[in-house]
Structure formats: structure tokens, C-alpha cells
């Protein structure tokens, strides 16, 4: 969260702003998966949990959070001289929205992204904009909910048909078999992968990047944000920190667009 990491905050601003003077196209997709609001099924209690819905007052924390880090983000960029706006997902009909059962047989069911209408995202660009996108989103009726950033961030990228996303976590990487990060990972091949390993972020993170790859995303990578100021040179750098997410065998371009999700 750039609000919580003021230093990397301003090294990730000066990394984009830079891309941008370079003339790619960038969305910055951000929120906190922990915010993530389930719908509660049919008899469900209204305690926090898998199958029903934080309290109130939980809820307005983290939707002012989510707020307050968009500002952060724009103000950060506007400090490295790059021209940040701020937006909720849903703002103008950005992202569309649908209602999705939860997984693994859990009651209820929750609001998760469906489609970019990229339109927007291409106006502000094209004038030297970075859109600022928030997984706070409306649903029908005026509900608020802080959707999946992961699977949102995928999403968009896969509907903008960026050539990248790239997901910056606190997390180093997918991690292998033996503990040690991996640079490559194939995601239809986990034999050097120990799933026990992995947390249940980067789990869902990675099926986000498997559905990315799967609709046409060329590059996916999920990188450290301690390790941010190598953003502006992805392109064109090897691969030194976090995990290149591949679908076979990797493909190296060099991209015009690209999505960004921070944690």
C-alpha cells in the first residue's frame, strides 16, 4: 500500500512516470485483497467471514482506505511530474460488474469484475495520463464493495489488450520447490513448484495470471515492490527479481500498453 511504503511509493511514481515519458500506455489497478466483500447466501449472519459480510464499521474503514490510497497514488505521480486520475472501478461504467459463486463449495456468492470498457483508459492516456483505478466499485442499488484487485487487474488487461500486467506485491515471487524464488514459472506446469508454499494470495494471483495469458496478455510478472525501480526498465531488462509468469514458452516483446496492480 503506497500509503504504508512512502519511499516505495515515490520510487513506484518516478518508475511510471518514466514509462510514460517513453511513451507507453499505463493503468494503475490497486486495493487490498483482505478487502474483498462476499455476499452473504440466503440465512447467512452478518459477521465477518467466508460466507458473510464484514460489519459496518469494518467496511467503512477499508472503503476509506481504499479512498485515501487512491489520492496517495495520484499525488505520489503528480510529485514525479506524471498526470494521475484518480478513479473507482465502476466510475463512468469503467468496469462492469457481475456476482460470481464462491469457489471450493462455500455458501454465497460474491461481486467480482467482468469487463472494461477501456474507452477512458485510452482517452487519458492518449493525453499523457495514468489512470488510477480502485477496487472500490457500486453495485446495484448503491452497495459499495472493494471487488478482487487480482482478478480485476486481469481483467482489464486482458480487455485493454495490454501486452503486459504486472502485479507488484510484498511477496518475492512464486516460490519452487526448494524454497528458492522462481524467475520462470510455467503456469501448465508445476512440477518445480511446492504449493505448499504458496499463500492464498498468491494463489488466486496466480489464476488471475493464468486467465491473463489464457485471453492474449504476452507478459505477465508478478514483482517485488521492493524492487520497483527495475519498472522502468522492463522491457528491455533481464529478469532479476520476482517471477515471469509463462504459458509455454516465454515470449519476449517489447509492449506499448500495460496494466499495473499494486497491492
Known amino acids: 500500500m503506497a500509503a ?5 511509493g515515490q520510487r ?11 511513451g507507453h500506455f499505463l493503468a494503475v489497478v490497486h486495493g487490498r485483497r483482505s478487502g474483498v466483500q462476499p455476499c452473504p447466501a440466503p440465512g447467512a449472519n452478518g459477521t465477518a467471514g467466508t460466507n458473510g459480510r464484514h460489519s459496518d464499521h469494518i467496511e ?6 481504499a479512498e485515501r ?18 478513479l473507482r472501478a465502476t466510475d463512468a461504467g469503467l468496469v462492469q460488474l457481475r456476482k460470481q459463486n464462491i469457489a471450493n463449495g462455500a455458501a454465497g456468492s460474491r461481486v467480482e469484475a467482468a469487463h472494461l470498457h477501456s474507452r477512458w483508459l485510452e482517452i487519458i492516456c492518449a ?4 489512470p488510477v483505478v480502485s477496487n472500490l466499485s457500486c453495485w ?12 480485476m487487474a486481469a481483467v482489464c488487461a486482458v480487455d485493454w489488450n495490454a501486452d503486459a500486467l504486472i502485479y507488484l506485491t510484498e511477496e518475492n515471487g512464486v516460490p ?3 524454497g528458492e524464488i522462481l524467475r520462470w514459472f510455467d503456469i501448465n506446469s508445476n512440477h518445480d513448484l511446492q504449493a505448499a508454499t504458496l499463500s492464498g494470495e498468491m494463489r488466486a ?3 488471475a495470471c493464468a486467465m491473463a495469458l489464457k485471453h492474449g496478455v504476452w507478459r505477465v510478472r508478478i514483482l517485488p515492490l521492493s524492487n520497483v525501480d527495475c519498472l522502468s526498465s522492463f522491457y528491455i531488462s533481464s529478469i532479476k527479481y520476482g517471477t515471469e509468469v509463462v504459458a509455454g514458452n516465454p515470449r519476449i516483446e517489447r509492449s506499448q500498453t500495460a496494466t499495473l496492480h499494486r497491492d
Open 4 to 8: 504504508y511504503h512512502s519511499e516505495c
Open 12 to 22: 513506484f511514481a518516478r518508475a511510471v512516470a518514466e514509462l510514460v515519458r517513453d
Open 60 to 65: 467503512g474503514v477499508e472503503f476509506t482506505a
Open 69 to 86: 490510497e487512491n489520492r496517495v497514488l495520484v499525488s505520489l505521480l503528480a510529485e514525479a511530474n506524471a498526470m494521475g486520475i484518480g
Open 127 to 130: 493525453n499523457q495520463g495514468v
Open 140 to 151: 446495484v442499488g448503491g452497495e459499495d464493495y472493494l471487488i478482487d484487485p487480482d482478478q
Open 176 to 178: 519452487g520447490a526448494q
Open 205 to 207: 494471483r496466480l489464476e
